[in-house]
């Protein structure tokens, strides 16, 4: 079974709209933690925002907010006011295992998203 | 900015010669990892280090080799270079924190021709 799926390969939305970016995962691990990374058409990798397991809120940064469901194991990732500058591709990704240390990272194939003007 | 350089971030290089990839953070960070992207499959682990002198495979780890002589350098190195290891290579790094995080450098596009 797929660890992390993301079933949304391309998505659009409206400058300023909200869009919202699926995200499941499949893991028996009780301690693991949930990342969305964000790739423009330049290709750098950037980190957005993290959330583990045990936490109870929804992590924010910014305009950007996880939308943890635990017993449905999914982890949404929330852009608030598209902007132009969020057209890119968003990996969904999840670190299973111990706790620190080495981390076992399995990230999905992604979800391309373009903002409208 | 984790302070994560890689060098070359562009190579062309030709089907049986060796190839070395060069990663470098300025961070300190225990933990550096290697991964290919390649389109539908996302990220995948080559090879990953937890300390000097201390690697171990990831899951896409035949006919990559990785060495870390310094806390700041992690190289991979392509023995024999294949057309199938044209991808794009991004080094990652971590402080084996409990709520870690890979902080990604910008890249390396290699095609073997």
């Known amino acids: 079974a797929q660890k992390i799926t993301q079933t949304q390969p391309g998505m659009f939305v409206q400058e300023k709209e909200a869009v919202t970016l699926d995200c499941t995962y499949d893991?028996?691990?009780?301690?693991?933690?949930l990342f969305w990374y964000k790739q423009p058409s330049s290709g750098e990798m950037i980190f957005l925002i993290y959330?583990?397991?045990?936490?109870?809120q929804n992590a924010t940064e910014g305009r950007y907010s996880l939308n943890f469901q635990k017993a449905r194991k999914s982890a949404n990732l929330v852009i608030s006011a598209s902007q132009l500058g969020d057209s890119a591709m968003y990996f969904c990704a999840m670190r299973e295992g111990v706790s620190g240390g080495y981390q076992k990272v399995t990230f999905g194939t992604g979800t391309k998203l373009q903002v409208i003007p | 900015d984790a302070g994560i350089t890689q060098s070359p971030r562009h190579k062309v290089t030709e089907t049986g010669t060796p190839v070395t990839l060069r990663c470098h953070q300025t961070?300190?960070?225990?933990?550096m990892y290697w991964y290919r992207q390649d389109p539908g499959h996302g990220l995948r682990l080559i090879h990953y280090s937890y300390g000097v002198k201390d690697t171990d495979k990831g899951e896409v780890s035949d006919g990559y080799s990785v060495s870390r002589s310094k806390t700041e350098d992690f190289l991979l190195t392509l023995e024999s270079a294949t057309s199938s290891q044209t991808s794009v290579y991004f080094c990652?790094?971590?402080?084996?924190?409990?709520?870690?995080?890979?902080?990604f450098g910008p890249g390396t596009r290699l095609t073997v021709l």
């Open positions: 959330q583990g397991s045990y936490d109870e």
């Open positions: 961070e300190n960070h225990r933990y």
């Open positions: 990652a790094i971590s402080q084996g924190i409990s709520t870690d995080t890979q902080y």
């Open positions: 893991t028996s691990d009780q301690s693991y933690g």
